[in-house]
């Protein structure tokens, strides 16, 4: 069974700080993600990543970077939290394959902004 | 970019009553239609997709149909037990950068009630 491990199931940190989460797959997956989960938002995508050293946008890299410097590692990086980055952070991979396959998930980060 | 709308954002069904939640999508390019499954707490896990050659498809007591010319599909959950309550979310997506870039919708919160 996949497994998509974040670093951490909550988090508080002040405004202004660095902030890192950190998202390990363990399925040899070509492609990661990161969404972010607002009610009544759904979930929206911020980066992925469909190889190593490689990053896209996604709708709401504004804030945000990302590194892969590994395939089974993606890290999503607040250069500066803001209190608006208050969210619950999704990680998933899934395999290149034909293009149609799921993304498995991990259990989510819930960061709080202070 | 693609825009994914779901309706509605809540729903209370009578157990053993059906279920449908609906999605329109905005770019016809789009080929992949997945929904997603998240229970209380829990991390989203897909229960059914569909390509853009198929019409219909059916899995058990679940179901989602597809109208490309309208650029709609829905989910229909037959004969409903407690454990279908849960936040669904439908997406969709085409291939971007070898990746499959979803889009989701915002959700709907589904009560199944005894």
């Known amino acids: 069974d996949v497994k998509v491990t974040q670093s951490s199931r909550y988090l508080v940190k002040r405004t202004g700080e660095k902030v890192f989460l950190e998202c390990v797959q363990d399925?040899?997956?070509?492609?990661m993600f990161w969404y972010r989960q607002d009610p009544g938002l759904g979930l929206r995508l911020i980066y992925f990543?469909?190889?190593?050293?490689?990053?896209e946008k996604g709708d709401i890299p504004e804030g945000y970077s990302v590194s892969r410097e590994k395939k089974e590692r993606f890290s999503l990086i607040l250069e500066s939290a803001s209190t608006n980055q208050t969210s619950m952070y999704l990680c998933?991979?899934?395999?290149?394959?034909?293009?149609?396959?799921?993304?498995?998930f991990g259990n989510g980060t819930r960061l709080t902004v202070t | 970019g693609e825009n994914v709308e779901q309706h509605p954002s809540t729903l209370s069904v009578q157990e053993g009553d059906s279920a449908v939640i609906k999605c329109t999508y905005s770019?016809?390019?789009?080929?992949?239609f997945p929904w997603y499954k998240q229970e209380l707490g829990k991390r989203p896990q897909l229960i059914i997709d569909i390509r853009s050659n198929v019409g219909e498809k059916k899995d058990q007591r679940i179901a989602v149909t597809l109208n490309k010319t309208a650029k709609h599909f829905s989910l229909h959950i037959t004969e409903t037990q407690p454990e279908d309550s849960a936040v669904y979310f439908c997406a969709a997506s085409r291939r971007d950068q070898g990746a499959q870039k979803l889009v989701f919708g915002q959700g709907t919160r589904l009560t199944i009630n005894p």
């Open positions: 399925m040899d997956h070509e492609n």
């Open positions: 770019d016809s390019a789009s080929n992949y």
């Open positions: 998933a991979s899934s395999l290149a394959g034909t293009g149609w396959e799921p993304l498995h």
């Open positions: 990543s469909y190889d190593v050293k490689m990053k």
